[in-house]
């Protein structure tokens, strides 16, 4: 009887299994060796589609980006830049902390390209809304800092679901700090939306002004 034959190593085979090590165990559970087990393969195999740990380790952070909703930049899209940015924001959000592990990649600098294409999206739909081509690059690099900074972390994690940790003497308004563990996913989407809200109207200020400019030109400061 004829063996059966091994599924073919792909990049995508790569990046799946990467993508699985990194949401249970983090980024330090991936290395080549390890991914090599996992696939069933020698290691030297991986070099054939990936340099290195890094180029791997990006690809799945691209991965990420892929799942992001863009459909709100397009033109046929009703959405006013307003709304385009809050909902792709939430989309975004959704994404990273469906695989908060692989965030700290996300946040660093890298050529990815369906990250490109989010940039992209951004600044095509910015400018067209009437931004300065600057002011629109600054929405997206501030838009991208706010999101991912977000999705560092917990804010509600911070806190133990033990009282007596917070002693009044030392602490006399964290008498219910103990209560936040348990309404974590409440507390820190309340917070991006709160948060969220607040840039987008302090955008909407400064839209005002360089849709009413008093030379009949918009600004580009």
């Known amino acids: 009887?004829?063996?059966?034959?091994?599924?073919?190593?792909?990049?995508?085979?790569?990046?799946?299994?990467?993508?699985?090590?990194?949401?249970?165990?983090?980024?330090?559970?991936?290395?080549?060796?390890?991914?090599?087990?996992?696939l069933g393969v020698s290691g030297p195999s991986l070099y054939n589609h990936f340099r290195n740990k890094e180029e791997i380790l990006d690809a799945v952070a691209d991965a990420v980006s892929v799942q992001v909703d863009l459909s709100m930049f397009e033109e046929s899209d009703p959405r006013d830049w307003r709304e385009a940015l809050h909902d792709w924001a939430l989309s975004y959000r959704a994404a990273l902390a469906a695989h908060p592990?692989?965030?700290?990649?996300?946040?660093?600098?890298?050529?990815?390209?369906?990250?490109?294409?989010?940039a992209d999206a951004?600044?095509?739909?910015?400018t067209g809304a009437g931004w300065p081509p600057a002011q629109a690059t600054r929405i997206g690099a501030l838009m991208r800092y706010f999101i991912t900074g977000s999705a560092l972390g917990s804010f509600a994690g911070?806190?133990?679901?033990?009282?007596?940790?917070?002693?009044?003497?030392?602490?006399?308004?964290?008498?219910?700090?103990?209560?936040?563990?348990?309404?974590?996913?409440?507390v820190d989407e309340g917070a991006f939306e709160t948060g969220l809200r607040a840039l987008l109207d302090g955008l909407a200020i400064q839209y005002e002004q360089y849709a009413r400019p008093t030379d009949g030109r918009l600004s580009d400061a």
Not at 166 to 182: I, M, V
């Open 122 to 126: 951004v600044f095509g739909a910015m």
């Open 101 to 118: 592990h692989i965030v700290p990649v996300l946040a660093g600098p890298g050529r990815r390209p369906a990250g490109l294409r989010v």
């Open 1 to 38: 009887m004829a063996r059966p034959r091994k599924p073919l190593l792909s990049r995508d085979r790569i990046v799946g299994a990467a993508s699985a090590l990194v949401d249970a165990e983090g980024l330090d559970a991936v290395s080549t060796r390890r991914l090599a087990a996992v």
């Open 158 to 186: 911070g806190f133990v679901d033990d009282e007596t940790a917070y002693d009044p003497a030392d602490y006399p308004h964290l008498g219910q700090a103990h209560l936040l563990a348990d309404h974590r996913r409440q």
